[in-house]
């Protein structure tokens, strides 16, 4: 299993970006997907996460600027960012947990996923 986050960058503040994760070597239409980032010297916390029946879950401080989207043909999931902020600089992580036929995505615990990739960098600068 691989996953490949990619579409990071440096944007001013009220940019957008779209960030692609690239997953290979399972079907994605079992899993939940979820998106995880990680500023310098801070936990990773979740960001938002989309079910295999594509409910949606977003942490507050993104709701209504972020967005979560997945196409199981390209096996591929992304997320939109927009109205960024500096606090919005980390590391984005996509990650992967089996639901099987269970409609089911958090974003709670990163210990619920198993199956990550290895990031990618948004700094938010002006």
């Known amino acids: 299993v691989q996953l490949q986050a990619s579409g990071g960058g440096l944007v001013q503040p009220g940019g957008s970006l779209r960030l692609s994760c690239a997953v290979s070597g399972l079907t994605l239409g079992d899993h939940a997907i979820g998106w995880f980032r990680q500023a310098p010297g801070k936990e990773r916390e979740g960001v938002s996460c989309i079910s295999s029946s594509d409910d949606t879950t977003y942490t507050d401080s993104v709701k209504g600027r972020f967005f979560i989207s997945r196409d ?6 992304y997320l939109h960012l927009g109205g960024l902020t500096p606090e919005d600089t980390a590391v984005y992580y996509c990650a992967t947990a089996y639901t099987g036929a269970r409609n089911w995505c958090g974003i709670a615990s990163i210990h619920e996923y198993d199956q990550w990739g290895q990031g990618t960098l948004v700094t938010v600068s002006s």
Do not use: I
């Open 72 to 77: 199981n043909v390209k096996n591929a999931v």
